[in-house]
């Protein structure tokens, strides 16, 4: 168990919806510690969770925090709310336009699990909107959004791999609306390179109806749901209790999950360890009420306790950074089989070897210049690397872990 620092034992405090009794009490007595106030709602903003701190300070405790403090989460808290509701109000307008030129579509994420996780998607600090469409409905759901006044932006250079080719970077789909500023990201699959699981085609098969904002909509079963949930944490290294705390609300809400057999879902979708890691989270850190048999099976995986603890230690550290080391090192603790580390490792390797042989066009540029044939690219790209960084090694590990964290 990692020792928390008094603002941060408050903040997990907080983190949740069920304010018992026992928790009560225990927000309350951190609140008359020696707290620094800024220091809690830089963190809460950090991770995401300004509404469940307000929420729950304001129902135990509001006499004991500063008046500014609460004051200034109130404003934003009612400001998130606002834009919540709009948010759901434009996922539906969009919804019930796909459904009327016959594009199956399901959204995730945002209001919907704000609605469907805490029971209040006023809960939930959402930035977007995540919507899920079939690949054949790519190229009409775009056309429609453009009818709507949304218009395509470019991939953020974050969201490009160095190595990224023609299909990989279509796989992002990104439309802002000019006047309302709202965010659109069209997903015809959920597939990445980071991850050899493959979840798209059973999502569609095992998709549900229910109920948001007063209609029906299509939405993944509770099961697929909460296994992207824990996905999504793992793609992204848990860097936000956010993720966590979806988790564990959900699990305490949805009683329609399937217990019995979501393990054998998430080892058929090769996610049972990032599965496993994110229940395992959510129990360490917030006491998530998991079954008996999915909190056995997760200490049963010392990968998947060990990458918890790594998780918990990181998790708060002030100006936190999440380095490439520690993304990937994660991704191999959490690939389920040998097979899954090995394809990981060849793609790597063939990134490292592409940067290492193929000629970049300052190479070509070289070549032209020299008047050498263009079979002799492959030979002056190392040759070139040699000359540039031999003497200068620590330029050059600086240029490869630029490299390194474009890829990743």
């Given amino acids: 168990m990692v020792a928390l620092r008094l603002e941060t034992e408050l903040l997990v405090a907080c ?27 830089g963190k809460a903003e950090d991770h995401g969770i300004r509404p469940l701190l307000f929420r729950s300070l304001n129902t135990v405790c509001p006499e004991i925090i500063p008046s500014l403090i609460l004051k200034n989460l109130r404003t934003f808290v009612l400001a998130n709310a606002t834009r919540n509701l709009w948010l759901g ?11 009327d030129r016959g594009i199956s579509a399901i959204p995730f994420k945002g209001p919907v699990l704000g609605s469907w996780a805490y029971g209040d998607p006023a809960l939930r600090e959402s930035s977007d909107l995540d919507i899920l469409i079939p690949n054949r409905s790519l190229q009409e759901a775009k056309a429609l959004l453009a ?11 974050s969201q490009r791999n160095a190595d990224a080719n ?79 705390c979806d988790i564990a609300e959900f ?82 603790r959490t690939d389920d089989t040998f097979r899954e580390r090995m394809k990981r490792f060849l793609r790597y390797l063939s990134l490292y070897l592409c940067v290492l042989l193929v000629p970049s066009d300052d190479d070509r540029q070289f070549l032209r210049g020299a008047d050498w044939p263009s079979s002799a690219s492959y030979i002056v790209r190392p040759v070139r690397l040699i000359a540039k960084y031999g003497t200068r090694p620590h330029q050059a590990i600086k240029a490869f872990r630029d490299w390194f964290r474009s890829m990743s």
């Fill in 147 to 157: 009818t709507q006044g949304y218009r395509q932006q470019s991939p953020v250079p």
């Fill in 166 to 244: 023609e299909k990989d970077t279509q796989r992002y789909h990104i439309f802002i609306d000019k006047d309302s500023g709202a965010t659109v990201d069209l997903q015809p699959s959920l597939e990445a390179p980071h991850f050899s699981f493959a979840l798209h085609s059973q999502l569609w098969d095992g998709a549900v109806f229910r109920e948001f904002a007063g209609q029906t909509i299509l939405s993944f079963c509770p099961e697929h749901l909460l296994i992207l949930l824990c996905v999504h944490g793992t793609k992204d290294v848990w860097s936000r209790m956010k993720w966590i």
């Fill in 89 to 99: 109000a434009e996922l539906i307008k969009l919804l019930n336009s796909f459904k």
């Fill in 251 to 332: 699990v305490q809400r949805d009683k329609e999950i399937h217990w019995d057999r979501i393990l054998d879902q998430a080892k058929r979708l090769c996610a049972k360890r990032k599965f496993l890691l994110g229940c395992f989270l959510a129990y360490d850190l917030l006491h998530a009420k998991l079954p008996e048999h999915i909190l056995h099976n997760a200490l049963k995986e010392p990968l998947v306790t060990t990458a918890a603890e790594t998780i918990r230690r990181r998790l708060f550290v002030d100006n936190r950074t999440c380095t490439n080391f520690e993304r990937v090192t994660l991704y191999f």
């Fill in 15 to 41: 983190a949740g919806t069920d304010l018992g009794p026992e928790t009560s009490e225990r927000i309350a007595r951190l609140a008359r510690g020696a707290i620094e106030w800024t220091y809690v709602v």
